[in-house]
């Protein structure tokens, strides 16, 4: 099918374009980046990583409304991609967007329970340190790095908390 990650792969080309355009956005050179990555999406519309890569050269060239729209994008092609869904978490963060970063993590978690990341993230997001998170969702004795508020936090008052 057009538009994929595998039709994209099979061109040495458009995979070259989609490496440098990766390698601008690294280096801060947004704008560039920003330019290959419009290319990219309109000739590969279905690739989430394109989508993604696109929102974070937007918000670095500041445009938050193409930014938006491309997190969105790839919401709408990977909802089950806790990956994917954690990361875009991070970027609604940068961006001051809480509700949407809240929403990302809820996703991740419901799409992959175990994903530890997702879990982490989402613990974090509504205010507990990421060590209680570990703790919680790993069951990794954190006790001893815990600040001392979080002593005796019991793991059933946590999970009942992130319902």
Same mark, same amino acid.
């Given at each position: 099918?057009?538009?994929?990650?595998?039709?994209?792969?099979?061109?040495?080309?458009?995979?070259?374009?989609?490496?440098?355009?990766?390698?601008?956005?690294?280096?801060?050179?947004?704008?560039?980046?920003?330019?290959?990555?419009?290319?990219?999406?309109?000739?590969?519309?279905?690739?989430?990583?394109?989508?993604?890569?696109?929102?974070?050269?937007?918000?670095?060239?500041?445009?938050?409304?193409?930014?938006?729209?491309?997190?969105?994008?790839?919401?709408?092609?990977?909802?089950?991609?806790?990956?994917?869904?954690?990361?875009?978490? +991070?970027?609604?963060?940068?961006?001051?967007?809480?509700?949407?970063?809240?929403?990302?993590?809820?996703?991740?978690?419901?799409?992959?329970?175990?994903?530890?990341?997702?879990?982490?993230?989402?613990?974090?997001? +509504?205010?507990?340190?990421?060590?209680?998170?570990?703790?919680?969702?790993?069951?990794?004795?954190?006790?001893?790095?815990?600040?001392?508020?979080?002593?005796?936090?019991?793991?059933?008052?946590?999970?009942?908390?992130?319902?």
């Amino acid at each position: 099918m057009p538009g994929t990650l595998a039709h994209l792969e099979r061109s040495p080309r458009e995979v070259a374009r989609w490496q440098k355009a990766q390698q601008q956005l690294l280096s801060g050179q947004c704008g560039p980046a920003l330019a290959a990555y419009r290319e990219l999406v309109r000739k590969y519309p279905a690739v989430p990583e394109l989508w993604f890569e696109l929102g974070s050269a937007a918000a670095g060239d500041l445009d938050f409304g193409l930014a938006n729209h491309a997190y969105k994008r790839v919401l709408e092609l990977s909802p089950n991609n806790a990956n994917l869904l954690v990361m875009v978490g +991070r970027q609604y963060q940068g961006l001051r967007q809480l509700d949407d970063a809240r929403t990302s993590f809820e996703r991740a978690v419901a799409a992959d329970p175990a994903s530890v990341d997702a879990r982490i993230s989402l613990a974090s997001e +509504r205010g507990f340190p990421p060590a209680v998170g570990i703790q919680v969702f790993l069951d990794v004795p954190a006790v001893g790095r815990l600040p001392r508020m979080w002593y005796g936090l019991k793991r059933r008052d946590v999970l009942e908390f992130l319902q």
